[in-house]
Structure formats: C-alpha cells, structure tokens
C-alpha cells in the first residue's frame, strides 16, 4: 500500500518555466490538500480539494494552480515559477475528519 | 478563519525527562479535530496523536498525551521519558470539516531537542 506519493521529489527550475507536481493517493480519499513549508515554518494551504472535479484555495494561492480531475490525483502547476516559490510541497489526503496522509514531499528549487 | 499559535520555537529536554509543547487555536466551530505532527529531519510527517473536540477525555498514546481545553482553546503535548528519537519539528494542527470545506491550519512549530 502506497498511500500518498509525490512526483518529482527533487526539480530545480529557472525564473519563468513551469511545472507540474503530481500526487497520487490509493486510499480512496476524497479530500486532498497542497501545502508548503518554508525553512522553520509551518505548512501553510495552497489549494484543497473536496473532491473530484472540485478545487478550492487556500491561504496562499497566488501563482499555482489545481486540478482534480481523477479522485486519486491531485496536481499542482506553476505557470510562470518565482524564486519566492522556492520550498517543500506536501500533499495529503483524508476520507473525512481525521488523520491526514502526507506524502514525502517535493523540493522545488526556483533560480 | 482558524488560527494555531505555538508560543515556543525551540525547546530542549534531557533524555528520559518529560516535556510540554504548548499550542492555542481560536477559532468559532464547534467540531473538530486537533492534531500533533512530528517532523524529524527526513522531512515526513508523522501523526503523534490525535483528539477529537467532543470528547472531553485527553487523548494518550504511550509516553505522549495531551491537555485539551476546549473553553480555553489549549491542546497542549505532554512527551514522557523523553527519547533521542524524539528529537524533531512538532507541528499542531487544526482540521474541520463540513461539506464545503475541507481547511486545516498549522501552526509554526516548536523545534525539540532531545540531550543524552
């Protein structure tokens, strides 16, 4: 069992290209989530989902964006990557309220 | 809109001592979950324990436990006979669900080191 899994783990970008994070669950979770962290900070919501097809933001939106099209996958792009997007993503999954799943986490280094 | 306050960035605690991370919320729902994460330096997040806001009783799991209180919106961590393997990030967490939303809120951490 898999649970949560995030690919790339590892991607270095130059200012201006774009990406796409994937993460994939096998739990049959509804709800999925992409956080950040920062170095000695909390993780902080980008975007969540409530489901499949659904999307929503979180409290830091602003240069990425979502799609859920598969209840099992959860993506997250970078139209146009900024230095200040420089961190480690998580992504989580929960059936309801409960333990949420993390994944391993991806840095993502932006020059 | 939720909020999660760890007032202690850095704590220290002597092998086999006890310790307490403390952690505040405020917030205006009535049902939820409250959470500790650990995060060692290999960067997953590992669920420490867990409590559900209608049970009054404080949530243990082996030489963690918790001291909730909800009136005053406290859920603090209790670590006993502390161990080098100990040594991480803990994060609290907030998580509500309804059937429109989905949010959790994490606070900033407190960095524990555990001393031999």
């Known amino acids: 069992n898999a649970g949560v899994t995030q690919t790339p783990k590892f991607r270095v970008l130059k200012t201006g290209q774009s990406m796409t994070l994937l993460c994939a669950q096998d739990?049959?979770?509804?709800?999925m989530y992409w956080y950040r962290q920062d170095p000695g900070m909390g993780l902080r919501l980008i975007h969540y989902s409530v489901g499949e097809g659904t999307t929503a933001k979180g409290e830091v939106p602003d240069g990425y964006n979502v799609s859920r099209l598969k209840k099992q996958n959860f993506l997250l792009g970078l139209e146009s990557a900024a230095p200040s997007q420089t961190s480690v993503y998580f992504c989580?999954?929960?059936?309801?309220?409960?333990?949420?799943?993390f994944g391993e986490g991806s840095r993502l280094t932006v020059l | 809109a939720q909020t999660v306050t760890q007032s202690q960035p850095e704590m220290s605690v002597q092998e086999a001592e006890t310790v307490t991370l403390s952690c505040t919320y405020d917030t205006s729902e009535n049902n939820y979950y409250l959470f500790w994460y650990k995060q060692p330096p290999s960067r997953q997040m590992i669920l420490v324990i867990r409590?559900?806001?209608?049970?009054?009783q404080n949530a243990t799991e082996n030489r963690f436990s918790v001291n909730f209180q909800k009136a005053a919106k406290s859920f603090s961590l209790k670590i006993s006979d502390s161990q080098l393997g100990d040594t991480a990030m803990y994060f609290c967490?907030?998580?509500?669900?309804?059937?429109?939303?989905?949010?959790?809120?994490f606070g900033d951490g407190t960095t524990l080191t555990v001393k031999p």
């Open positions: 989580a999954s929960v059936q309801g309220p409960g333990e949420l799943f």
């Open positions: 967490a907030f998580i509500y669900h309804n059937t429109n939303a989905g949010k959790s809120t």
């Open positions: 409590q559900e806001a209608y049970k009054q």
């Open positions: 739990m049959n979770h509804e709800y």
